[in-house]
């Protein structure tokens, strides 16, 4: 959401706007009467602002957080991975099937993407980087996580 507030949208419209988001990206559960009381407005004006928001393309959609750890996937790591010079740059389309690459970045330097996975074991981690490297023929260079203090923190 552009800082600059337009001639349509006051200062203060921008801020509950910010506030409902921020509100959203925390608890997507969050009922249009709790968001009310948040903001200070009617819970109607609270569903028309949200219902502006989505159709804006500011909020893109709801979804549950899963906890990786208690679903046995206690190893993340990033995986940085450079496409070979004669290979075609399709390496994000290939390994799309890898349900254990949670994310994919294209990137400027050295590598090419940087993908964010999370298995079960480092033996696991062994079998993915060789899917990879087989896949998509990419070189690959892994980073394991030893602890994550935070992350998917909402850009507001």
């Known amino acids: 959401m552009s800082s600059s507030n337009s001639p349509a949208e006051p200062a203060g419209a ?17 009922s249009y009467t709790e968001l009310a009381e948040m903001v200070g407005l009617s819970v ?5 602002r ?7 393309g500011l909020i893109t959609g709801y979804r549950a957080t899963l906890d990786a750890r208690q ?10 991975i450079t496409p070979s010079d004669t290979q075609t740059d399709d390496a994000p389309s290939l390994l799309a099937h890898l349900d254990a690459i949670e994310e994919c970045h294209a990137v400027a330097g050295v ?3 940087i993908l964010k996975v999370r298995v079960a074991s480092p033996d696991a981690l062994e079998v993915l980087l060789k899917d990879i490297r087989a896949t998509a023929k990419v070189t690959t260079r892994t980073t394991v996580v030893l602890s994550t ?8």
Request: no cysteine.
């Open 14 to 30: 921008v801020d509950v706007d910010r506030a409902l988001m921020a509100a959203l990206a925390r608890d997507g559960r969050a």
């Open 44 to 48: 109607s004006a609270v569903h028309q």
């Open 50 to 56: 949200v219902r502006r928001l989505e159709q804006r």
């Open 71 to 80: 679903l046995g996937l206690s190893l993340t790591a990033f995986v940085s």
């Open 111 to 113: 590598e090419s993407y």
């Open 149 to 156: 203090s935070y992350e998917a923190r909402p850009p507001i």
